[in-house]
């Protein structure tokens, strides 16, 4: 399919990077931008990529969130569509088999810090700026923004960023954990590449299993949390990266993992 708002690399070593590109309204997300991340997300082969990259074209914005000019127009049914529409596509990036990194270059507003928080984690330019302003357009968060928002930094510090509407900027988000780390802007994609080459080095088995289960663990007691992860664990001696990976730890080499 030929997308008309998101640019899309797959490189040889198993690394793809999807970039919103809507550069006149700062990357909004309209509906069909999310339609397209959801059909690109719902096809991608994950033998094949083994770390996805989302970032925002140009310099200013990752995404500078849903797009108000078509929201403008919408009524009650129409707004929970919309909604669901961004929650079920952002909740495939959320549950994809493989490691997401969001590579957030500047304004990461509403929907965007939505589609961020998606990710499995966030690295951003020393301009980035987060915020949820939807209060003060007169909506509440969508695309799962309350829900993702408090489990990342606390139901306090989510109350508070979405109650004042306030961006905070990198070295802030950092602080309170929406981040993981901040650099200049021209150093971003070559950090998060970094990132994405040490994971590669690892197994993509093992470490599809350990993002289902602390994804999954979040909403299960305790007992079944540890559960989950018991069977995970098990269920890696079933696979020949198990074995290459503790041989070759034996014979002193360095692993090469098959995904198998
Ligand atoms: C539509 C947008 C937009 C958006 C920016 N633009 N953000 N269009 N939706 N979310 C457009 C502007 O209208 C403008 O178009 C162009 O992008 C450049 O933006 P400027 O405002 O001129 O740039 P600047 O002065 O630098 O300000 C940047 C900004 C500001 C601070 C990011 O654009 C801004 O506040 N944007 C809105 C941010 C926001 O409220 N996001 C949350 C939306 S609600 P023209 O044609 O004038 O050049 C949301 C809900 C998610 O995300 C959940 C849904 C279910």
Redesign the pocket.
């Known amino acids: 399919m030929e997308y008309k708002f998101l640019k899309t690399e797959f490189k040889d070593n198993g690394i793809t990077i999807m970039t919103v590109s809507a550069p006149?309204?700062?990357n909004?997300?309209n509906s069909t931008v999310l339609k397209e991340i959801d059909h690109f997300v719902s096809n991608l082969d994950t033998k094949k990529t083994r770390v996805l990259i989302i970032t925002g074209d140009g310099e200013?914005?990752f995404v500078?969130?849903?797009?108000?000019?078509e929201?403008v127009h919408l009524y009650e049914k129409e707004g929970y569509e919309?909604?669901k529409l961004?929650a079920i596509a952002f909740r495939k990036i959320e549950t994809l088999p493989i490691p997401v990194i969001a590579a957030v270059n500047g304004?990461c507003?509403?929907?965007?810090c939505?589609l961020a928080m998606a990710c499995d984690f966030r690295y951003a330019s020393s301009n980035a700026k987060f915020g949820q302003?939807?209060v003060?357009?007169g909506?509440t968060?969508?695309?799962s923004?309350t829900y993702r928002l408090a489990k990342l930094v606390g139901q306090g510090m989510a109350k508070e960023m979405i109650f004042t509407s306030k961006a905070i900027k990198a070295d802030e988000a950092l602080r309170i954990g929406l981040v993981n780390a901040v650099c200049e802007p021209e150093e971003l994609m070559n950090k998060v590449m970094m990132t994405a080459k040490r994971i590669l080095a690892n197994a993509p088995l093992a470490i599809a299993h350990a993002k289902r289960c602390i994804n999954e663990s979040y909403d299960l007691c305790a007992d079944d949390a540890i559960e989950l992860e018991n069977v995970a664990f098990g269920k890696c001696f079933a696979t020949d990266d198990q074995k290459e990976g503790m041989a070759a730890f034996l014979e002193k080499r360095e692993a090469v993992f098959g995904g198998k």
């Open positions: 006149k309204s700062l909004a997300l200013k914005a500078a969130g849903a797009d108000i000019s929201m919309f909604s961004g304004f507003l509403g929907g965007g939505e302003p939807e003060g357009l909506i968060p969508g695309f923004g």
